[in-house]
């Protein structure tokens, strides 16, 4: 298994990947970074209130992770779609199965070595965003806001590639592509609706998008961590911390105390005001296992 895994890195070193991910993943950070300085010294200096610095910086943050969380689960499918099916069409596999491996460890050998890479990628942009993020609101948020991000960053690529995985031993390296694309717009089409009905309170169009979340927990991950993260940055305020945004140190809209405000409730879509079940990490971590385990098997029994 480690010996496939290895192997698995020489081939995305050898095939450019790693390279193309960290350019994307550096040139996307510099992005946000220069979008959200610009944005902090031509709007909340200009207003004069502490209170606009801290709701800019939530809302861009959120908003950056959303899209690094996209960024992620795509590069996922792109690079581990034809993991098995297009080594099987090219004929690289059947030397490698004649020799005494077990056709599980294959699996299980692409699986850590496209894994360990990924989350890297994942928690590299995840972790970049935050640190830039609140190093403009001042110390004391770095250590709690990276836990918050951590858990559903670090599941999200390994969830999308045990799926992808098993697809790739299933179908055809293009069904492939067309099924896991399918599952991830289910996924994320249902996070949005379940959002936007929890934000208008429509109780039907809610419930439809959180059960389309566990079809996929890919996307219900990302809004767990934005949930995590909007609930730190509110109790920070509402207690006089990010950056001395708080209670005798700032006020909010209509200047109403900050403790009277939740940030989800003010962030639109973005807000994260349908909260995922408390179990909801657990489930994704089992899903992961359970259809990386269903690929193994699958595995065992395709014909080469």
Request: hydrophobic share 55%.
């Amino acid at each position: 298994m480690w010996v496939m895994a290895r192997f698995v890195w020489r081939e995305a070193w050898r095939r450019r990947l790693v390279p193309a991910a960290l350019i994307l993943a550096v040139v996307y950070v510099s992005l946000f970074r220069l979008g959200l300085d610009h944005l902090l010294q031509r709007t909340a200096e200009g207003l004069g209130r502490p209170f606009v610095r801290l709701y800019l910086v939530a809302f861009m943050l959120v908003f950056a992770l959303y899209g690094a969380s996209l960024m992620v689960s795509v590069v996922t499918i792109l690079a581990s779609v034809g993991a098995i099916s297009g080594e099987i069409d090219s004929g690289i596999l059947q030397p490698i199965v004649a020799r005494p491996v077990r056709r599980w460890e294959i699996v299980g050998g692409k699986y850590l070595g496209y894994g360990a890479l990924l989350v890297l990628l994942s928690l590299t942009m995840a972790w970049s965003l935050v640190v830039i993020g609140m190093d403009r609101l001042g110390p004391g948020f770095w250590g709690q806001v990276l836990w918050d991000v951590t858990p559903s960053f670090a599941l999200t690529p390994l969830v999308v590639l045990a799926v992808t995985l098993l697809g790739s031993v299933l179908l055809p390296t293009l069904g492939n592509g067309i099924a896991v694309f399918g599952l991830f717009s289910v996924a994320f089409i249902g996070g949005a609706m379940g959002q936007i009905g929890a934000m208008v309170q429509n109780r039907w169009v809610y419930q439809i998008g959180r059960l389309s979340t566990f079809v996929l927990p890919s996307d219900g991950l990302y809004w767990a961590a934005a949930r995590r993260v909007v609930e730190t940055l509110s109790e920070a305020a509402a207690s006089g911390g990010a950056g001395g945004v708080g209670p005798g140190a700032a006020l909010g809209p209509q200047g109403r105390p900050m403790s009277g405000y939740d940030l989800s409730q003010m962030m639109g879509p973005f807000g994260a005001s349908a909260p995922q079940p408390p179990w909801f990490l657990a489930y994704a971590a089992a899903f992961a296992g359970v259809v990386l385990l269903l690929a193994m098997l699958a595995m065992e029994r395709r014909r080469l």
